[in-house]
């Protein structure tokens, strides 16, 4: 079971994407791609579309968030 992950949510805290992570460092780099354009771009979409506003990094056992960083 991974420690952390990174989950890409909407306006209304609605998940988006989860992606598993071993560590914190490794955690944040994957928050990073999730809301980076690249990320929507590889979907053949864009966030506005998906209704992107923030991601979260959680710890897996509790969900508690440990880092976040909204789109705007």
Not at 14 to 35: D, E, G, H, N
Not at 47 to 62: A, D, I, M, S
Request: aromatic share 6%; with cysteine; charged share 25%.
């Amino acid at each position: 079971m991974f420690k952390y992950e990174a989950v890409l949510l909407d306006r209304a805290g609605q998940q988006i994407s989860t992606m598993p992570a071993p560590t914190l460092r490794k955690a944040t780099t994957v928050a990073q791609y999730l809301i980076s354009p690249r990320y929507a771009e590889e979907h053949q979409t864009c966030h506005t579309e998906l209704g992107t506003h923030k991601v979260e990094v959680r710890q897996t056992k509790n969900q508690k968030c440990v880092w976040e960083k909204t789109l705007h």
